[in-house]
């Protein structure tokens, strides 16, 4: 699944090459507002043993960039994404029983840094804070328990963008998140979580 998410990165920088020239400037501020589909691949290790597991990831963003004359960008921006991915066991502790551990909503803010390698194109990187949350749940055949918690993390990412016109643009995206060893109820795990995910961002500008 890595090689995927290092392809479509590569992908967005081609992309964003200078295919559709647009006549006006692009310098300004604008704010920018969409919508998130992408890959969730969830990464966790322990004493040396690591496993992954992927799913289909949504969410929205939100921002305000601004490009100077030169074609520089600079921008900050939020995230909130929700993801598919989850496990689910059996028979763990009486017979019938179940329980599950699904990740949940995952909150981001940080920057973004660009250049244009033409009218209509950007490449950039961007870094910033990330705040995950997962939800267990658990089943004995009499009753359900269900109960969450978040943790802290930081995020960093490349991508390409390709204006679709002076108010529309789509964005291509690879990002990695890490996690550390987060803490599960007080108790620290010893598990070291990270994430890989592709994304796909349809965007409009104001």
Do not use: C, H, W
Not at 128 to 133: L, Q
Not at 138 to 151: L, P
Not at 172 to 195: C, I, K, M, Q, W
Request: glycine letters at 16%; zero cysteines.
């Amino acid at each position: 699944m890595k090689p995927f998410f290092v392809g479509l990165a590569v992908s967005s920088f081609a992309l964003a090459a200078p295919a559709m020239a647009q006549d006006e400037s692009t310098a300004g501020g604008k704010f920018v507002a969409g919508a998130i589909v992408g890959v969730d691949s969830v990464e966790t290790e322990i004493d040396g043993f690591s496993s992954s597991d992927e799913d289909v990831m949504f969410g929205l963003t939100a921002g305000y960039d601004y490009e100077t004359a030169s074609g520089l960008v600079v921008g900050v921006e939020a995230e909130y994404t929700d993801s598919s991915l989850g496990i689910s066991v059996t028979d763990i502790d009486v017979e019938g029983d179940r329980a599950s551990l699904n990740a949940g909503r995952d909150l981001y803010v940080g920057g973004r840094l660009g250049f244009r390698p033409g009218k209509n194109g950007l490449l950039y990187v961007k870094a910033g804070y990330t705040n995950a949350s997962i939800e267990v749940e658990y089943d004995d055949g009499t009753g359900e328990v269900a109960t969450s918690t978040d943790f802290d993390g930081f995020r960093i990412g490349a991508g390409g963008e390709i204006d679709l016109g002076s108010n529309y643009a789509v964005r291509l995206e690879y990002r990695y998140s890490d996690y550390g060893s987060p803490a599960l109820f007080g108790f620290d795990t010893g598990v070291n979580v990270s994430r890989n995910q592709g994304i796909l961002t349809l965007l409009g500008k104001f």
